[in-house]
């Protein structure tokens, strides 16, 4: 192979993976979640209780009972029953296709707010009258998920059990004309290896290749076509590449994490609040780009979006709406979170949310929840958190407890760097207006 042969087959093998993220991060998943046990599409992963450490998704919440349904429309319409909401059962979450742009939030931040809805996802395409007493959803691609959260009143055993009990009301099945609700299939993944890290090797494209094989093209991504082919990964046809193009491959997708990483340090080079490291996730372009299902006309935030798949999963149609997050991976002076130091953070009083806030600790590596963790976050949820007198709440990071503070601390890794992530759900304007604000982690 030349050398202006190899230099531009490595060229495309970073452009693919850029642009391949979202639907590998996806794919990844769903592959994750049939090793767990999951026999196909139209079922639902989800976890009954608290998920541990051993769920080793990109920074997936804790504090919550998760459900993932995968579904397919390749032969028609599917339905998901989101049950009504009241003061102490709700879902946040979003329906997503294949690329995990959102088509549209459910539950009480979503499309029923609050009232519930059988919505039918229709295939691409799909013209024929949507009947009554289902509310549509229509996806441009034949896959998808979505990314459901039942949000427990507190994390007390009952308070769980109950959040736990809700989610049992969600169902997903074929759509039938007659209004059958037909099998429907829930796998409990609690306590099993779950992992959907990203592969940062030629594997990659072997489960890019699976997406261009089961997935039509959409019109927007046809450029990709030719570009795509000469990594071997073409449409109709077996993925074998030989030992060369691996070997471009593995140039090609280690190119692309180091850029990738060096765009994830970037989004924390425009603070939240300014004087501070915690920076908002999301690129405008992106969640503009997503609010619009990807139709603005001058508009294909690729390079954003690749960025974004790399330490989250799961788009809001409405970001914000529902829940906002801020990550940290600097403490106050700007020094590179170390599992193996000490921190305190003092949480302001009257944390501005309608539901509760959360800190979660990330590996800074993998975006994943650090290996063998003990305990994954502190929230507002937890009976045993310690307020101050004047509304104040002091978290603590390190590897051992300190002494006193064992209700607020949370447990890090020596030798791994850390990040963090506050998550807001039912953010009020005090936050969006920026009147109330975090301080940074302070090294003790």
């Known amino acids: 192979m030349g050398g202006i042969q190899t230099a531009v087959s490595r060229a495309r093998a970073f ?108 295939p691409p395409g799909h013209t024929d009258p949507v009947p009554d007493g ?22 007390s055993d009952a308070a769980v059990a109950d959040a736990v009990a809700y989610a049992e ?94 765009g994830y340090r970037s989004l924390f080079d425009t603070p939240y609040w300014d004087g501070t490291h915690w920076a908002m996730p999301a690129m405008p372009d992106l969640v503009a780009s997503t609010n619009a299902g990807f139709t603005v006309p001058d508009a294909y935030p690729v390079d954003d979006r690749g960025l974004a798949y790399t330490f989250a999963f799961f788009s809001s149609r409405h970001l914000g709406k529902g829940q906002s997050y801020l990550m940290a991976i600097a403490d106050s002076d700007g020094q590179d979170l170390d599992g193996g130091q000490n921190y305190k953070l003092t949480v302001t009083a009257d944390v501005p949310v309608s539901q509760y806030w959360s800190l979660v600790v990330y590996s800074s590596d993998t975006h994943t929840f650090l290996p063998n963790s003990t305990r994954l976050s502190r929230s507002s949820l937890n009976p045993d958190l310690v307020t101050n007198e004047d509304g104040t709440v002091d978290l603590y990071f390190g590897p051992e407890a300190p002494t006193g503070h064992e209700s607020n601390w949370l447990p890090t890794l020596p030798g791994t760097g850390f990040e963090v992530m506050f998550r807001l759900y039912g953010p009020e304007e005090p936050y969006t207006d920026k009147t109330w604000a975090l301080p940074d982690l302070q090294r003790l």
Request: proline share 8%; glycine share 8%.
């Open 15 to 122: 452009e693919a993976v850029v642009w391949g993220m979202p639907a590998v991060n996806y794919r990844l998943m769903y592959d994750a979640g049939t090793a767990a046990g999951m026999s196909g599409e139209n079922q639902i992963l989800w976890w009954p209780g608290l998920m541990d450490w051993r769920n080793q998704s990109l920074t997936p919440n804790p504090d919550v009972i998760y459900l993932m349904p995968f579904f397919t429309t390749e032969n028609g319409p599917v339905v998901l029953e989101i049950p009504p909401a009241d003061d102490t059962h709700r879902i946040n979450g979003s329906v997503m296709n294949y690329w995990q742009a959102a088509i549209e939030d459910v539950g009480p931040a979503g499309l029923d707010a609050g009232a519930g809805a059988k919505y039918l996802i229709l």
């Open 134 to 155: 289902y509310t549509p959803l229509q996806n441009d691609t034949l896959q998808g998920y979505a990314l459901l959260r039942s949000i427990p009143a507190d994390q």
């Open 169 to 262: 009301k969600i169902a997903l099945y074929p759509y039938t004309p007659d209004g059958a609700t037909g099998e429907r299939v829930r796998v409990d993944v609690l306590g099993k290896p779950y992992d959907a890290t990203i592969r940062y090797d030629a594997s990659f494209f072997a489960t890019l290749n699976t997406l261009v094989q089961a997935e039509p093209w959409l019109d927007r991504d046809r450029a990709l076509i030719d570009q795509l082919a000469t990594l071997g990964i073409v449409q109709g046809q077996p993925y074998a590449p030989d030992q060369a193009t691996v070997d471009l491959l593995t140039a090609g997708v280690g190119d692309a994490r180091a850029w990738l990483e060096a």
